[in-house]
């Protein structure tokens, strides 16, 4: 919102510097992104009289003015624009100015052998819009031209400073200059001067179909009021156009810039409709009873006031006047029903739209527009009337004509019950403010003087107060806290006391939040680097993904399933920008649809790695080394370990990602915990990346619960062992796609309670063993408790372990 400070100050005494002002405001809640002060675009710019203008004796195109700047001598000035003559009122910038708009500073100089001292300037040098091709003749542009040597800056608007305001979206009523007025007055104390707004003289009922009655009730209200005998031709006044274009507007013609006007400054878009263009339209004449509100039908063609042919579906809502689209409700009109130059005849709309159905057919066509932006924040339907008859006051008393009374279709409403607003709970929020004496308790005084300034009606009550909320704050004033917050605002957030809660206990993390953070460390320690992707994407192929209701692009229009595409991609863009790797991982939430269940979010570990990262080349020859299989694999393994998690792989050949040779299903405690493989050759192939490439998929609300139980959580003291232990080697012959874990954990089984640790140290294939056998070597650590083992005391552990390898696999033993 753009608040231009001369404007204000019709609305309401500001005795601040802008400076000020917008730092009160800013503390306030309503930043302030940028200060424009307009003085610096004629800084050095005054007003002269062009006295001779003579032909350049070295250019056709050149004239050499004399030009009377109230300094004594006139001054010589060169001039190209082919406007300029004798007798004629002009901007001139002297030597030394600065025009910021043109980037160029005025200096004295000479134009083809004829010297010139200063510039005739237009108004674009001066940063503001113009229709003329040449210089600013001053006659064209106010009534009274004040003497030779007046700073042309006030003529011209340019005395003014621009506040740039970021509106939150709880806010609505910050799009507007009376509403920013109110602000300014409830926080400096100032006296408000609002214009009346006296209610139509007249208003009758609005008879349309039951469809459009029921739209228009679901808005609130429609209303159209017809006017005539309007001025055809008229221009815009230049104090309109200044205000216009001081809000960022451009002026169209006098009425839609009238309507435009009372738009920012009471906060209610209004629309005019050409009251002969809706007839040629149509081709009959357009009663009130004309006028419908439908959704748009699928494929249906508008044309807006932007000169743009739009497609419409279901999602739009439409204006229609004998069932013809005339306007996109509360967001565009229709170009072939737009007020022109020409029109002496406006059916003025002035209309409370729901904030849904507005926000749905701006984002169905791709346009926001500022009457849709104050549409979707929320109006007080208090105002709608109200802006139609001030809009008609101006259209009269600007271009003449009268108008009829007002037709309204309007849903019963009932008005809003008042608010309570209890002492204590007050007092409690925002505790004391420093006082004189110390801290102290806000006064009732103050308390009441700040919802007065808002325009709230209080009632004191035992406990606090009964209040009433203007209907220019009731979006957002709506609970008792709104109202603390509101006095807080006002008081000023700095004045109170900050005091810590009683008593005070020491902060910590929880065993959950320090296994995620240990799990973060653990796997950036093995070289993966941690990645946030967004947990919006596209729709899929395979139609798992669950669409949200408001989506702002398609690209980020449904929940995502899984995390390992987007991290694909990732990969697939760092080997594209010439990186020999990209190893990766996140943390994350997953989304799926779960019957009457609903959505289901469950927290998943997703890892990539594909090719190598390596700080060195020269011991492979400048040559890359991808990881293999195990290597891979063992790169997680420490994770599991660091956890005491004993984590079993087990072959898996389901996993549609996976290469069905290649992949593992991840056990912890007898049930999987997640997957971990070589990437498919096909999505390989898909996202163009080398063969080592290795995914990792876990649960990881599974894997947290495991690691921080107590029994795992909780080191446990072990003495050191004092006594030297024994090792023995144990070759097996199994089948081929015997998976060395299970033989593992037979091991330890059989070898309690002297077996410390059991570890796979060679595997062999081929030679004399046939083609489905393999061949398992085993290093197994034995230890007495209190004294050094004999052979005597570990051969009978070590045979047992033999036989159960036997028994349980059908083992041969090699050794």
Same mark, same amino acid.
């Given at each position: 919102?753009?608040?231009?400070?001369?404007?204000?100050?019709?609305?309401?005494?500001?005795?601040?510097?802008?400076?000020?002002?917008?730092?009160?405001?800013?503390?306030?809640?309503?930043?302030?992104?940028?200060?424009?002060?307009?003085?610096?675009?004629?800084?050095?710019?005054?007003?002269?009289?062009?006295?001779?203008?003579?032909?350049?004796?070295?250019?056709?195109?050149?004239?050499?003015?004399?030009?009377?700047?109230?300094?004594?001598?006139?001054?010589?000035?060169?001039?190209?624009?082919?406007?300029?003559?004798?007798?004629?009122?002009?901007?001139?910038?002297?030597?030394?100015?600065?025009?910021?708009?043109?980037?160029?500073?005025?200096?004295?100089?000479?134009?083809?052998?004829?010297?010139?001292?200063?510039?005739?300037?237009?108004?674009?040098?001066?940063?503001?819009?113009?229709?003329?091709?040449?210089?600013?003749?001053?006659?064209?542009?106010?009534?009274?031209?004040?003497?030779?040597?007046?700073?042309?800056?006030?003529?011209?608007?340019?005395?003014?400073?621009?506040?740039?305001?970021?509106?939150?979206?709880?806010?609505?009523?910050?799009?507007?200059?009376?509403?920013?007025?109110?602000?300014?007055?409830?926080?400096?104390?100032?006296?408000?001067?609002?214009?009346?707004?006296?209610?139509?003289?007249?208003?009758?009922?609005?008879?349309?179909?039951?469809?459009?009655?029921?739209?228009?009730?679901?808005?609130?209200?429609?209303?159209?009021?017809?006017?005539?005998?309007?001025?055809?031709?008229?221009?815009?006044?230049?104090?309109?156009?200044?205000?216009?274009?001081?809000?960022?507007?451009?002026?169209?013609?006098?009425?839609?810039?009238?309507?435009?006007?009372?738009?920012?400054?009471?906060?209610?878009?209004?629309?005019?409709?050409?009251?002969?263009?809706?007839?040629?339209?149509?081709?009959?004449?357009?009663?009130?009873?004309?006028?419908?509100?439908?959704?748009?039908?699928?494929?249906?063609?508008?044309?807006?006031?932007?000169?743009?042919?739009?497609?419409?579906?279901?999602?739009?809502?439409?204006?229609?006047?004998?069932?013809?689209?005339?306007?996109?409700?509360?967001?565009?009109?229709?170009?072939?029903?737009?007020?022109?130059?020409?029109?002496?005849?406006?059916?003025?709309?002035?209309?409370?739209?729901?904030?849904?159905?507005?926000?749905?057919?701006?984002?169905?066509?791709? =346009? #926001?527009?500022?009457?849709? $932006?104050?549409?979707?924040?929320?109006?007080? *339907?208090?105002?709608? /009337? @109200?802006? +139609?008859?001030?809009?008609?006051?101006?259209?009269?008393?600007?271009?003449?004509?009268?108008?009829?009374?007002?037709?309204?279709?309007?849903?019963?409403?009932?008005?809003?019950?008042?608010?309570?607003?209890?002492?204590?709970?007050?007092?409690?929020?925002?505790?004391?403010?420093?006082?004189?004496?110390?801290?102290?308790?806000?006064?009732?005084?103050?308390?009441?003087?700040?919802?007065?300034?808002?325009?709230?009606?209080?009632?004191?009550?035992?406990?606090?107060?009964?209040?009433?909320?203007?209907?220019?704050?009731?979006?957002?004033?709506?609970?008792?806290?709104?109202?603390?917050?509101?006095?807080?605002?006002?008081?000023?957030?700095?004045?109170?006391?900050?005091?810590?809660?009683?008593? =005070? #206990?020491?902060?910590?993390? $929880?065993?959950?939040?320090?296994?995620?953070? *240990?799990?973060?460390? /653990? @796997?950036? +320690?093995?070289?993966?680097?941690?990645?946030?992707?967004?947990?919006?994407?596209?729709?899929?192929?395979?139609?798992?993904?669950?669409?949200?209701?408001?989506?702002?692009?398609?690209?980020?229009?449904?929940?995502?399933?899984?995390?390992?595409?987007?991290?694909?991609?990732?990969?697939?863009?760092?080997?594209?920008?010439?990186?020999?790797?990209?190893?990766?991982?996140?943390?994350?939430?997953?989304?799926?649809?779960?019957?009457?269940?609903?959505?289901?979010?469950?927290?998943?570990?997703?890892?990539?790695?594909?090719?190598?990262?390596?700080?060195?080349?020269?011991?492979?020859?400048?040559?890359?080394?991808?990881?293999?299989?195990?290597?891979?694999?063992?790169?997680?393994?420490?994770?599991?370990?660091?956890?005491?998690?004993?984590?079993?792989?087990?072959?898996?050949?389901?996993?549609?990602?996976?290469?069905?040779?290649?992949?593992?299903?991840?056990?912890?405690?007898?049930?999987?915990?997640?997957?971990?493989?070589?990437?498919?050759?096909?999505?390989?192939?898909?996202?163009?990346?080398?063969?080592?490439?290795?995914?990792?998929?876990?649960?990881?609300?599974?894997?947290?619960?495991?690691?921080?139980?107590?029994?795992?959580?909780?080191?446990?003291?072990?003495?050191?062992?004092?006594?030297?232990?024994?090792?023995?080697?144990?070759?097996?012959?199994?089948?081929?796609?015997?998976?060395?874990?299970?033989?593992?954990?037979?091991?330890?089984?059989?070898?309690?309670?002297?077996?410390?640790?059991?570890?796979?140290?060679?595997?062999?294939?081929?030679?004399?063993?046939?083609?489905?056998?393999?061949?398992?070597?085993?290093?197994?650590?034995?230890?007495?408790?209190?004294?050094?083992?004999?052979?005597?005391?570990?051969?009978?552990?070590?045979?047992?372990?033999?036989?159960?390898?036997?028994?349980?696999?059908?083992?041969?033993?090699?050794?």
């Amino acid at each position: 919102m753009r608040v231009s400070l001369s404007w204000l100050q019709d609305l309401v005494q500001v005795n601040e510097p802008a400076d000020a002002l917008a730092e009160r405001l800013s503390m306030a809640g309503f930043e302030v992104e940028e200060i424009e002060d307009l003085t610096r675009l004629a800084q050095g710019v005054v007003v002269g009289h062009v006295l001779e203008k003579d032909c350049h004796p070295n250019a056709d195109k050149l004239s050499v003015c004399k030009v009377d700047v109230g300094a004594g001598e006139p001054l010589q000035i060169v001039c190209g624009a082919s406007n300029v003559r004798a007798g004629i009122h002009v901007p001139v910038a002297t030597i030394g100015a600065v025009l910021p708009a043109v980037n160029l500073t005025i200096k004295a100089g000479e134009l083809r052998g004829v010297s010139s001292q200063g510039m005739i300037c237009s108004l674009t040098e001066l940063g503001q819009p113009s229709t003329v091709d040449g210089i600013a003749i001053l006659e064209d542009l106010v009534a009274e031209i004040p003497s030779p040597g007046t700073p042309v800056a006030p003529l011209l608007g340019l005395d003014d400073v621009v506040l740039e305001l970021a509106i939150t979206a709880n806010r609505p009523d910050g799009l507007s200059m009376a509403g920013i007025a109110r602000e300014v007055a409830a926080l400096t104390g100032s006296k408000l001067s609002l214009p009346p707004l006296p209610p139509p003289a007249q208003t009758e009922g609005l008879a349309v179909d039951p469809a459009s009655t029921a739209a228009m009730h679901r808005g609130g209200v429609y209303a159209l009021t017809p006017i005539e005998g309007i001025k055809a031709g008229a221009p815009s006044p230049a104090w309109l156009q200044q205000r216009l274009q001081r809000a960022g507007m451009n002026s169209v013609n006098a009425v839609v810039d009238l309507t435009n006007l009372v738009m920012l400054e009471q906060g209610q878009p209004l629309h005019a409709f050409d009251a002969d263009a809706l007839e040629r339209l149509s081709g009959q004449a357009v009663e009130t009873s004309d006028f419908g509100l439908r959704q748009a039908r699928d494929q249906e063609v508008f044309q807006g006031l932007d000169g743009r042919e739009l497609t419409l579906d279901s999602r739009a809502q439409v204006v229609t006047c004998h069932d013809i689209p005339v306007a996109l409700a509360g967001v565009l009109g229709s170009e072939a029903s737009s007020v022109t130059d020409s029109t002496t005849r406006i059916w003025l709309e002035s209309a409370m739209f729901s904030a849904a159905s507005v926000r749905n057919t701006a984002r169905s066509v791709g =346009l #926001r527009t500022e009457s849709s $932006s104050r549409f979707e924040k929320g109006l007080p *339907r208090e105002v709608t /009337l @109200l802006a +139609a008859q001030r809009a008609c006051t101006l259209i009269q008393q600007e271009l003449g004509g009268s108008s009829g009374s007002t037709r309204m279709c309007a849903a019963s409403h009932q008005e809003p019950e008042p608010l309570a607003l209890r002492r204590d709970a007050l007092h409690q929020l925002l505790g004391p403010i420093e006082g004189p004496d110390g801290p102290e308790d806000l006064e009732d005084d103050a308390i009441e003087r700040c919802l007065t300034a808002l325009g709230c009606d209080l009632v004191v009550s035992d406990d606090g107060w009964t209040v009433t909320v203007p209907p220019s704050r009731r979006c957002d004033l709506l609970r008792e806290v709104d109202l603390i917050e509101e006095v807080a605002r006002l008081v000023g957030f700095d004045r109170f006391c900050s005091h810590l809660p009683d008593p =005070l #206990r020491p902060g910590g993390l $929880s065993p959950l939040q320090t296994a995620e953070r *240990r799990l973060r460390q /653990l @796997l950036s +320690a093995s070289g993966l680097q941690e990645v946030t992707t967004l947990s919006l994407t596209g729709p899929s192929d395979q139609d798992v993904r669950i669409p949200i209701s408001n989506p702002l692009l398609a690209e980020t229009s449904h929940l995502r399933s899984s995390l390992w595409e987007e991290h694909l991609r990732i990969c697939q863009r760092n080997l594209q920008a010439s990186q020999p790797g990209c190893w990766l991982f996140e943390i994350g939430h997953v989304f799926s649809a779960d019957g009457d269940a609903g959505i289901v979010q469950e927290s998943r570990l997703g890892a990539v790695i594909c090719a190598e990262r390596r700080l060195e080349r020269w011991s492979s020859s400048g040559k890359s080394i991808p990881l293999s299989y195990y290597q891979a694999r063992g790169l997680f393994s420490p994770l599991f370990e660091s956890f005491h998690l004993d984590v079993q792989d087990r072959p898996f050949r389901d996993d549609e990602r996976l290469h069905p040779g290649r992949s593992t299903q991840l056990v912890l405690e007898g049930r999987p915990l997640g997957s971990f493989g070589q990437l498919h050759p096909l999505l390989c192939e898909r996202y163009d990346l080398p063969e080592a490439t290795y995914l990792l998929d876990l649960d990881l609300s599974r894997l947290l619960e495991a690691a921080t139980r107590s029994n795992r959580w909780i080191p446990a003291f072990k003495p050191y062992p004092t006594v030297p232990a024994m090792e023995r080697d144990l070759a097996v012959v199994v089948r081929r796609d015997q998976r060395s874990g299970d033989l593992i954990q037979a091991i330890r089984k059989a070898g309690k309670p002297l077996l410390e640790s059991v570890e796979l140290i060679d595997r062999f294939e081929g030679g004399q063993l046939s083609a489905d056998q393999c061949s398992q070597a085993y290093r197994i650590r034995y230890r007495g408790k209190d004294a050094t083992l004999t052979d005597e005391q570990l051969q009978p552990v070590h045979d047992k372990v033999r036989q159960a390898l036997v028994k349980q696999f059908g083992a041969e033993l090699r050794s």
